[in-house]
C-alpha cells in the first residue's frame, strides 16, 4: 500500500501568498473525503482511462489496504486496533477479496467490456493518482491531520504538510505563471503560451507521461490541450493547475493572489458586451 505527496510546483507572489501543486498516490478508498475541500484543483487518473491489463497487475501485486485495521466500536472513530490473528485474518482477507474479483474481471475484460465498466469492480483496492493546487490549505490540514479523521486521510495529509514544509517556493513577480509539469529547460526554450498547454495536458494526465508508461512530446501535450479547449463542451478541470501571479491579494475562483489559467478562458467566454 502506497500513500505519498511529491512537490511539482511551488511558488509564492511578491505579497507572500504560496501557490502549491503536488502529486499524490493513496488509496481509492479515501478520494471521496479529499474531494470535500472544495478550495483545491483538482485532477485524478480514471478508472476509465487506464487499462484492465495494467489495472489488474496492480491490485493483484500492489493492493491498496488499510494501515489501521480499527476494531468494531460505536462512532465513527476505530480508536483501538485488531491485534494478533484477528488482524492477521482481517488483512489477508482484504487481499483475498481484491485477487477474488480480479478473476471475473479478467474474464470479463476477455468478453470484450470496456474499461470503464471493468475497472469499476476494482476501485476499493486501487491507488489513485492525484494533482492537486492550491493557496490555501490550513483547513485541510486542520482537519485531516487531527486524530478523528481516518488514518489514511492522516498519513496522507501529514505526508503532504511534510512536503510543503520541505519545499521551497520559487518567487514570481506579477504576470508571471505557476507551470506544474514543466521544466526550468522548457521554461527557458517555450514560449509561454505553448508552456501552458504543455502543463495542462500533463496535469490532465497527471503525469509527464502517457496511459501507456511512455513521456509525452510537446506536440503530443499541445493537441491534448486542443482537443480539452476545442471540445463541446470543453473539459476545463486540468486548465486550474496553471496559475498568473495576480498584483493583490484578491480571490480568483479558488485561489488568493493567483489567476488560473480557467479562470481567464472563463472570463474571456462569457464577458459581456
Known amino acids: 500500500m502506497t500513500i505519498s505527496a511529491d512537490i511539482i510546483a511551488d511558488s509564492i507572489s511578491p505579497l507572500g501568498i504560496r501557490i502549491t501543486t503536488m502529486a499524490l498516490v493513496y488509496p481509492r478508498f ?7 475541500h472544495r478550495t483545491f484543483s483538482r485532477g485524478a487518473s480514471s478508472s476509465r482511462a487506464i487499462p ?6 496492480e491490485v493483484w501485486n500492489h493492493p491498496a489496504t488499510p494501515i489501521h485495521w480499527g476494531a468494531n466500536q460505536a462512532g465513527m472513530q476505530a480508536r483501538a486496533e485488531l491485534s494478533g490473528i484477528r488482524k492477521s485474518v482481517a488483512a489477508s482477507l482484504w487481499k483475498w477479496v481484491g485477487r477474488a474479483v480480479c478473476v471475473p474481471v479478467w474474464l470479463m475484460s476477455k468478453l470484450g ?18 494533482v492537486v493546487t492550491s493557496t490555501d490549505w490550513d483547513n485541510f490540514y486542520n482537519l485531516r491531520c487531527h486524530p478523528d479523521a481516518q488514518p489514511e486521510i492522516q498519513e496522507l495529509a501529514h505526508a503532504m504538510r511534510c512536503a510543503q514544509i520541505s519545499s521551497t517556493p520559487r518567487s514570481l513577480q506579477v504576470g508571471e505563471w505557476h507551470l506544474p509539469y514543466v521544466s526550468a529547460t522548457e521554461l527557458a526554450e ?10 495542462v495536458a500533463r496535469c490532465c494526465r497527471v503525469s509527464y507521461m502517457n496511459h501507456g508508461g511512455k513521456l509525452s512530446t510537446k506536440g503530443e501535450d499541445i493537441i491534448l490541450y486542443n482537443r480539452l479547449v476545442d471540445a463541446n463542451p470543453p473539459h476545463m478541470s486540468p486548465l486550474e493547475h496553471q496559475a498568473q501571479c495576480a498584483p493583490d491579494e ?4 479558488n485561489f488568493s493572489g493567483w489567476i488560473s489559467h480557467r479562470f481567464h478562458i472563463e472570463s474571456e467566454l462569457f464577458k459581456l458586451p
Open 52 to 57: 484492465v491489463k495494467r489495472m489488474l497487475s
Open 113 to 130: 467490456l470496456h474499461k470503464q465498466v471493468a475497472n469499476r469492480l476494482l476501485e476499493p483496492w486501487q491507488h489513485i493518482h492525484v
Open 250 to 253: 484578491w480571490r480568483y475562483a
Open 190 to 199: 517555450t514560449p509561454v503560451e505553448a508552456t501552458i498547454k504543455i502543463s
Open 30 to 36: 479515501i478520494h471521496a473525503e479529499f474531494m470535500t
